[in-house]
């Protein structure tokens, strides 16, 4: 099974332990701003901090987690990123919080 890491635990996860990649979405930063209700929820973590999101394009990912609830994440784009997530769409992710984040 494939991971998908997360430096902090964020609200939208809802807990869920893993997730079916359901689409990607490239999102050019020039072409398309985000909306700031989208950057707040995609980047505030359970603490009530916000993650800063990369200054380059961006890659949107579509899940649907174990408990059936959706979510996405935005993470920076490079073309090795993004051959692989859409390699992967349809597939099952384990969903990892990383060593040290809050909880």
């Known amino acids: 099974m494939s991971v998908i890491k997360f430096s902090h635990d964020y609200p939208k996860l809802w807990h869920q332990t893993s997730?079916?990649?359901?689409?990607?979405?490239l999102i050019k930063k020039e072409a398309?701003?985000?909306?700031?209700?989208?950057?707040?929820?995609?980047t505030r973590t359970s603490k009530g901090k916000f993650y800063p999101l990369p200054k380059n394009d961006y890659l949107q990912?579509?899940?649907v987690g174990n408990k059936g609830i959706p979510f996405c994440t935005i993470r920076r784009r490079t073309p090795e990123k993004e051959e692989y997530y859409n390699s992967k769409i349809?597939?099952?992710?384990?969903?990892?919080?990383?060593k040290g984040v809050e909880k």
């Open 90 to 98: 349809k597939e099952r992710f384990e969903i990892k919080l990383i």
């Open 61 to 63: 990912l579509f899940f």
């Open 32 to 42: 398309f701003p985000l909306a700031q209700e989208l950057i707040d929820y995609d």
């Open 19 to 25: 997730a079916v990649l359901i689409d990607v979405w």
